[in-house]
């Protein structure tokens, strides 16, 4: 069992398969995770774990169902969660100069938030746990979501500052520009998640 039971557990999840993913990529066969607060605190075979945390606030038998790590998705486009049925059947160009770079174009920072909570929400339902953005406008409002659904992710503005068909309002934002927003949300962020 790995760490030692310093405190009682929310919950206690037992009799799983359970992918550990540590360096000898170990699978439990009766396995178990205690988690407190947010933190898994053990995990090991069943009984070692049930053995050190007899108080937990909830022990949930999971039948040999399997428990592994959240999965991370390397490449999300939040801003686009709304937009789904709207660019479906043509081709690359017509789909980015037709349909998705005006769509874009024309959200908000409100728009920017409630897609990125709908996608986030479908990731955590698919078991995802951790994401990369691809590029958005509004990385300020991505991160608002991100935070309010306690997911991981790597954030960061579109920079698109020439080329055929962008979008006016895309064009007069610089690379440095884009830089220096993904470098000051990146600060926020950072603060934010070590402040205990």
């Given amino acids: 069992m790995t760490q030692a039971a310093a405190v009682s557990a929310d919950i206690v999840l037992h009799n ?19 988690v407190v607060g947010d933190r898994i605190a053990a995990v090991g075979p069943s009984a070692d774990v049930l053995g050190a945390f007899p ?8 039948a040999g169902r399997i428990l592994l790590p959240g999965f991370v998705n390397t490449h999300v486009h939040t801003s686009q969660q709304l937009a789904r049925g ?3 059947d043509v081709d690359l160009m017509t789909w980015l100069h037709g349909r998705i770079w005006p769509y874009e174009s024309h959200m908000t920072e409100e728009d920017s ?4 909570l709908l996608c986030g929400i479908e ?3 698919s078991g995802v746990t951790c994401f990369a953005e691809a590029g958005g406008q509004y990385v300020s409002e991505m991160a608002r979501a991100v935070e309010l659904l306690g997911l991981r992710a790597c954030l960061t503005k579109s920079t698109m500052d020439c080329g055929d068909g ?3 309002n895309w064009s007069s934002c610089s690379t440095d520009d884009c ?6 949300i990146g600060i926020r962020i950072t603060f934010l998640n070590t402040v205990t």
Avoid: K
Wanted: charged content about 10%; proline content about 4%.
């Fill in 55 to 62: 108080g937990a606030a909830q022990t949930l038998n999971l």
């Fill in 123 to 125: 990731l955590i339902r």
């Fill in 86 to 88: 709207i660019a479906d």
């Fill in 16 to 34: 799983a398969f359970v992918v550990t993913m540590d360096g000898a990529l170990t699978v439990l066969r009766d396995g178990a995770i205690a």
């Fill in 166 to 168: 962008l979008p006016p």
């Fill in 113 to 116: 938030y409630a897609s990125t």
């Fill in 179 to 184: 830089i220096q927003v993904c470098l000051q």
